[in-house]
């Protein structure tokens, strides 16, 4: 259970901007996983737009694995 409320205190951080790296459940197919890119939207139950190289992809907040915030080199 404890991991799940660190999930979703880690959405809760994140803003619209933020660069992630995103590890979805396997069985949803979405390839490549993980993957990269910028919050464009974001909502209170932690489903949220991605920005990737292959365009914008919703993802649902429980459908996420891991999640960590990118750092801007």
């Not at 991991?3 to 979703?8: N, Q, R, T």
């Not at 994140?14 to 390839?31: H, N, Q, Y």
């Not at 464009?40 to 960590?68: R, Y």
């Amino acid at each position: 259970m404890a991991i799940f409320e660190s999930l979703a205190n880690s959405l809760k951080v994140l803003a619209v901007g933020d660069r992630v790296k995103v590890t979805l459940r396997p069985e949803l197919g979405r390839f490549p996983n993980p993957m990269e890119g910028q919050i464009t939207q974001k909502d209170d139950s932690g489903s949220f737009s991605l920005k990737t190289e292959n365009g914008i992809i919703q993802v649902s907040g429980s459908d996420i694995l891991s999640i960590t915030r990118l750092t801007v080199a």
